[in-house]
Structure formats: C-alpha cells, structure tokens
Nanobody, 116 residues
Framework: QVRIVESRGGLVQPGGSLRLSCAAS????????IAWYRQAPGKQREWVAI???????NSIDSVKGRFTISRDNAKNTVYLQMNSLKPEDTAVYYC??????????WGQGTQVTVSS
C-alpha cells in the first residue's frame, strides 16, 4: 500500500527558512516523478516545484531562487528547501508522486506559516 507523508512544516518569520520532507512508502521510488503543491486559505491548489526520476527540476517563477527541490532515493524522500520565506508563501504544502505506470498519489499536507 502506497503512503505519502509530508512533514517539517512550521511557523517562521519573514526571511526565514524551512525544509519540508516528503517520505514515500512504496517500491521503486527512484523511478517516480515528484512535485510539491500548495494551497493557501480560500485559494486553489497550485503547483510549486517538480523533480523527475533523473533529477531534472523546475519550479514556479515566484519561488525561483528561493526554493530548491531535491531527492534522496536511498531514503525514499523528497525535500523542499525554502529560503527567504514571505507571508505569501503561507499555505498547506502537499507532495504528489507520479509513477512510471501512471499512478498518482498525494500526501496529507504540512502547514507552513510565515508571519511576524
């Protein structure tokens, strides 16, 4: 049974940093593409960043230069390093895993709050 768990969110002041984790309980994790999404209160869920099975990355323009997505296949974990955080980054962050066979899995989300 596939299980995706996000963690390491929290409350930080503007300009601070967090590193989110996405741990996947599944086989052949290294063959999957993983993306981070976020959903702010009252808004639609939006895509934030992606990393492919070969390590290619991309992200939404508003976080370029501030957020970095990476993966550790030995730990079945993907990370989102978030620096220079802004209040507009406040949201629930979700991990999405796409398998090579077309599977689509979501975690429960982790809260990130950026406030003075």
């Amino acid at each position: 049974q596939v299980r995706i768990v996000e963690s390491r969110g929290g409350l930080v002041q503007p300009g601070g940093s967090l590193r989110l984790s996405c741990a996947a309980s599944m086989s052949m994790f290294s063959r999957n593409t993983i993306a981070w999404y976020r959903q702010a209160p009252g808004k639609q869920r939006e895509w934030v960043a992606i990393i492919t099975r070969v390590g290619t990355t991309n992200s939404i323009d508003s976080v370029k230069g501030r957020f970095t997505i990476s993966r550790d296949n030995a730990k079945n974990t993907v990370y989102l390093q978030m620096n220079s955080l802004k209040p507009e980054d406040t949201a629930v962050y979700y991990c999405n895993v796409n398998t090579i066979s077309g599977g689509d899995y979501w975690g429960q989300g982790t809260q990130v709050t950026v406030s003075s």
